[in-house]
């Protein structure tokens, strides 16, 4: 119960950090980190799917790579699914998540 308190608390914080960190910059090098896909991971998913991609209220993604494709997973970053919204990661950024998490089979 307190794992979940304090994951919900988290993903507030992050959503609420995330949107006032807009800044207005919309160049290509804002769709492209120097992060790894494993920091990125932990940034812009672990609030909801959980920090070891199965303890978050979101499905578990630790055996994503055997349902669905890279480019399948990369669809599901840009666009959203259910009640993920579109455009979390966009660019270079899903593809790099979207190959890492491929390999999680």
């Known amino acids: ?3 979940k308190f304090y994951g919900v ?4 914080l992050v959503l609420i950090l995330a949107a006032c960190g807009g ?3 919309d160049s290509s090098d ?3 980190s120097n992060l790894t896909p494993e920091q990125l991971y932990m ?3 672990s609030s909801c799917h959980g920090t070891d991609m199965r303890e978050g209220y979101a499905p578990d993604l630790d055996k994503i790579g055997s349902k669905y494709t890279s480019e399948e997973i990369e669809e599901i970053i840009l666009n959203g699914v259910g ?3 579109k455009g979390i990661l966009k660019g270079e950024d899903a593809k790099k998540v979207a190959d890492w998490l491929a390999t999680y089979k």
């Open 9 to 12: 608390i988290v993903g507030l």
């Open 1 to 3: 119960m307190r794992k």
């Open 83 to 85: 009640s993920m919204p």
């Open 43 to 45: 940034q812009s998913c």
């Open 30 to 32: 804002a769709n492209k």
């Open 23 to 25: 800044g207005g910059n």
